[in-house]
């Protein structure tokens, strides 16, 4: 047997010291260990929460965190959700990134008192390790009309077998539970974390974003054909810093906000127009008017809602040139109100604009623009003094006096000027007008200033 041993090295050309370290190379390449990470190294998470409707904002932020993972070399993703839906672009660009990323993605919903609806069901299915707070929720997945119509039955047949085979699919790549996801968008169906474990929606039942990497450490996490084990001893936990970017589009992407903006830039350019040479109050609502009109292009905006708000501008603006007793200002406040009413419709997850909100902002624009048309009124109502006749009663202070008279500054310009009663005026002195003789003005001490 030794002989035999000895021979099959001899026979290739090796020691038989170079046909064990061969025959050791070879069974470690043929047997690689099942684990990604060392149980003994440092695993780093990556924590970002996503909170709030799912929309560009989100997407930005999810983006840019799987970007920090792969320029910092953090060895996961955890993502904390609470969301009560959002736009359906922006979930299918999100679940798309998640699908084809680079770092694996693991999705926790809570704190307590949490919920991943709508949109956010198709994230945790896409997820590559799922798991929820107690006291959460997740479901309600069907599609929903805009302002919460009944969709025509041909386009809700579409809209449905769309999100259903992209829900299936996700949850199937994860092995879990296919068929409750599907009901979550046929049926609206909705469950909670507990129930969401026992029929296997998602893997965890985690208390906080710690327990929740415990559990992924202890149980292993598959990702691209191989598992991931790591010590939950050795992990190193980084919370995720959005951008100012990120932060003001999440601001800006608000329909509150954007509503804001819409009419505060509408009331700064109607008193730039009715004052002209405000300055402020133009270039202010210019601003407005732009950030307001992008974010409407982002959210599911009413057109009419749109063109209402802006036709009680030009009924505002009228009322500067048509005296109409007031009908075209009482016509631009009822536009702005039934405007703001149908300004958005919203799919589902999106807050809407309720009176609480209306009520006051259209106040206030509408007092504020009223307020601008009294100033316009009043100044062409005001009898106009032109000429000379304009300085009379006019002040000023003396700024050098002789035998013959003196000057004086009067409107930032200096005019010559002789006393009233003939009595000589020391620098200083305040002073009013009581009379103009060509260029030469007449004064008198102001006592009230004086």
Not at 202 to 215: C, K
Request: glycine share 10%.
């Amino acid at each position: 047997m030794s002989r035999i041993v000895c021979f099959i090295p001899r026979f290739f050309g090796l020691s038989p010291i170079g046909f064990v370290l061969l025959f050791l190379i070879g069974t470690n390449l043929s047997f690689p260990c099942p684990s990604a990470a060392s149980e003994n190294a440092l695993f780093s998470v990556l924590y970002a929460r996503v909170e709030g409707t799912i929309n560009p904002a989100k997407k930005d932020l999810v983006d840019r965190a799987l970007k920090s993972c792969i320029d910092n070399g953090h060895d996961l993703l955890l993502i904390g959700l609470d969301t009560p839906g959002g736009l359906g672009q922006s979930m299918r660009d999100m679940v798309k990134s998640v699908l084809n990323a680079q770092t694996p993605v693991a999705i926790w919903v809570g704190p307590k008192g949490a919920r991943a609806a709508s949109a956010g069901v198709f994230l945790v299915a896409a997820s590559h390790a799922a798991g929820m707070s107690p006291q959460t929720n997740i479901g309600a997945a069907s599609p929903v009309a805009m302002g919460g119509k009944e969709i025509p039955e041909t386009v809700a047949k579409k809209i449905t077998n769309d999100f259903v085979s992209l829900i299936r699919g996700a949850a199937a790549a994860k092995d879990r539970n296919v068929a409750w996801y599907e009901k979550a968008v046929t049926d609206a169906v909705s469950i909670t974390a507990k129930e969401a474990v026992l029929q296997r929606v998602v893997e965890y039942m985690a208390h906080n974003p710690q327990d929740m990497i415990e559990q992924i450490g202890s149980h292993g996490l598959d990702f691209q054909g191989r598992t991931i084990q790591f010590d939950p001893r050795n992990v190193k936990f980084t919370t995720f810093k959005p951008s100012f970017r990120t932060t003001f589009l999440s601001w800006l992407l608000h329909p509150q906000i954007a509503y804001f903006l819409l009419l505060g830039g509408i009331a700064g350019l109607f008193f730039e127009l009715s004052n002209p040479g405000s300055i402020f109050p133009g270039v202010f609502g210019a601003i407005c008017l732009l950030l307001g009109l992008y974010a409407l292009a982002v959210l599911p905006t009413n057109a009419a809602g749109v063109l209402l708000i802006f036709l009680s501008l030009v009924l505002f603006i009228l009322e500067l040139a048509v005296t109409s007793y007031g009908l075209l200002s009482i016509g631009g406040v009822i536009c702005l109100f039934i405007g703001s009413l149908i300004l958005f419709h919203f799919e589902y997850g999106f807050p809407g604009l309720s009176l609480k909100v209306i009520l006051p902002t259209v106040l206030a624009v509408s007092t504020f623009i009223l307020f601008g048309l009294y100033l316009v009124t009043r100044a062409q109502v005001r009898p106009q003094k032109t000429g000379f006749q304009g300085m009379l009663g006019l002040q000023g202070q003396i700024t050098s006096w002789d035998s013959e008279g003196g000057k004086a500054r009067i409107r930032g310009e200096i005019w010559k000027v002789t006393s009233a009663d003939g009595t000589p005026l020391q620098p200083g002195t305040q002073v009013q007008v009581t009379d103009v003789h060509g260029l030469t003005l007449t004064v008198r001490p102001d006592k009230e200033l004086t």
